[in-house]
């Protein structure tokens, strides 16, 4: 029989995943894994799509170099091109990333000259180099990024002539609703500036998986043995502080209850669940009650929408040396608000096409990015709606009126699936690091109870510098599962032998 203490992690992502491999190679024998949909991988998921693969969720390992455990693993298994392997792209900073080859299309139907968006792109990198530099200290804590960049838009644009104005405000808006995908966030005006710099970039140049992100996942779960994830096994509410009887007489401080009705007791779980499906259900999940510091932190963390449509032609009728596509409204400003009425606006909000390589083994492929309340409004359209605008769209960018449709699409609709409820992680005005500190904290709080460590919390959410991302994930994963190896090993107690 299996022995030692049981552990419950709910939720298999990456952070789940994680938590679950570390605890088997430390010899805990009681594991399971809940996860509510039908498939493991969580917000890593990779599809068939065109001739290869499409990444629905994560798309980049951001920061592959040492130090960073997804790229680590990622060549640990084998799973990374060559290049990706070599020492100088390891080196290389977010902020002189090589200029990938752009073209820039406008919605007057003619290419913009790219070392226009250059000059741009450089003063406009300045200014988040200053946000990245406030502290806590120097910062007023109601103050936002969005604000910030505007008003060294504002200050900057007193010495542009008027027709600079223009195109170097459409440029600027361009490169927001950039930065509203990377962060997840409506509008750069909802993202607190104070901790903005909190988050941490690795060194390297951000590479893909070409066997698909999901492969990763399959790798660190392999290892465990059959039965340990269960799927199609949603967790409906998690009873602590409890006296729940197990198996050979012994007591357990926590059950888990799942929407079918099965039971589950434990010593220790470990809650991976998205900060989104948190905001839905937190109030009802646990009993008793969540601390008014942890509600407080689920409340007011950030936790939006970033989507992607991704959409095949017959034949690219962009440059075949090109990588990304940039998009940009003329007339359109940082300084004023978008257009209201969503059904014909929303497709204003995407930020622009990364061209999915290579074409050989993809085909002709585009993918795009939108965040914010557009992007959700997007997840309620049918794809027929959606390629009829996206080849209006081209037809006015490329001024070809004749530009075939896509031939096939796929989109991602993170904000409507029930267990994610959006796509990642921002410190939002009204919050900072020190919520992403309480989420992580372990339940219950006081050091002094007979049994400690009864919910524990990780996920993306909760590592204050590496929230959003798939390394985030993992890292929290296994910072969990390292808080219950050191109680056992404190204790002693090799969980490995069987008393
Ligand atoms: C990265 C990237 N990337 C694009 C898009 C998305 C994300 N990320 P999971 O949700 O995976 O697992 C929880 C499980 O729990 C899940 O399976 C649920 O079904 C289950 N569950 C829920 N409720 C349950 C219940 N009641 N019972 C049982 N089970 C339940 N990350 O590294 N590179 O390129 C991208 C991207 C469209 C949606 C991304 C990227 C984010 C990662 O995908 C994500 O963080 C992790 O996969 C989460 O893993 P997890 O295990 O925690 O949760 C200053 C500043 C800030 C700027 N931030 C910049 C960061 C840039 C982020 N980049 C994003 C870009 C893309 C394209």
């Known amino acids: 029989g299996s022995q030692g203490p049981v552990v419950v992690i709910i939720g298999a992502g990456i952070a789940g995943i994680a938590a679950a491999e570390k605890l088997h190679k430390h010899g805990f024998q009681n594991i399971k894994v809940l996860e509510a949909t039908g498939r493991t991988g969580g917000r890593i998921r990779t599809e068939r799509f065109a001739k290869g693969l499409v990444e629905i969720g994560a798309q980049w ?26 020492e100088e792209n390891q080196k290389i900073k977010w902020d002189d990333n090589p200029s990938s080859l752009q073209v820039i299309y406008s919605s007057a139907g003619r290419k913009i000259d790219p070392e226009v968006m250059t000059n741009i792109t450089e003063l406009y990198n300045t200014w988040v180099t200053q946000v990245r530099n406030f502290t806590n200290a120097d910062c007023d804590p109601e103050a936002s990024v969005g604000q910030f960049i505007r008003e060294k838009i504002v200050h900057s644009s007193q010495e542009w002539d008027k027709e600079q104005v223009k195109m170097n405000m459409a440029l600027l808006g361009a490169l927001l609703k950039v930065e509203c995908c990377v962060t997840a966030a409506h509008s750069m005006d909802q993202v607190a500036l104070c901790p903005f710099g909190e988050y941490t970039m690795f060194p390297g140049l951000d590479c893909t998986i070409p066997k698909g ?62 900060l989104g499906f948190l905001k839905k259900r937190s109030v009802d999940f646990f009993s008793p009650p969540l601390s008014p510091r942890k509600t407080q932190a689920i409340k007011n963390l950030g936790f939006g929408t970033n989507n992607k449509i991704v959409l095949e032609f017959e034949k690219p009728f962009w440059d075949s040396n090109s990588t990304q596509i940039q998009i940009i409204w003329e007339g359109e400003s940082p ?59 081209f037809r006015k960018f490329t001024g070809d009126p004749e530009l075939p449709p896509p031939i096939s699409m796929v989109r991602s609709q993170w904000h409507s699936q029930p267990y994610t409820g959006g796509s ?11 919520d992403v500190d309480n989420l992580a904290e372990p339940l219950p709080t006081d050091k002094e109870v007979l049994k400690p460590l009864q919910v524990l919390f990780a996920g993306e959410a909760t590592e204050r510098n590496f929230h959003s991302t798939t390394h985030g994930a993992l890292m929290s994963g296994w910072r969990e599962a390292q808080r219950l190896v050191d109680k056992y090993s404190d204790l002693g107690a090799n969980v490995s032998k069987t008393k």
């Open 61 to 86: 390992i951001h920061g592959p170099s040492p130090g960073n455990p997804v790229f680590e693993l990622a060549s640990q298994f084998g799973l990374l091109r060559p290049d990706t392997l070599l």
């Open 213 to 274: 992100f999901e492969s990763l996942v399959n790798h660190m779960k392999a290892p465990l043995p059959e039965g340990t994830v269960l799927l199609n096994k949603a967790v409906k509410s998690i009873q602590w502080n409890g006296s729940f009887p197990g198996s050979n007489s012994h007591v357990h401080p926590v059950q888990v209850q799942c929407e079918d009705g099965d039971s589950f007791v434990a010593d220790h779980v470990i809650v991976t669940v998205p």
């Open 335 to 393: 300084l004023t608000e978008p257009k209201e009425d969503m059904k014909q606006n929303w497709m204003k909000k995407i930020a622009g096409f990364v061209v999915l390589e290579p074409p050989e083994q993809m085909g002709h492929v585009l993918c795009g990015f939108i965040a914010g309340e557009q992007s959700e409004y997007m997840e309620t359209l049918t794809d027929e709606e959606i390629l009829s605008t996206m080849t209006d769209y």
């Open 424 to 434: 990642y992680t921002y410190v939002a005005v009204g919050s900072s690091g020190i």
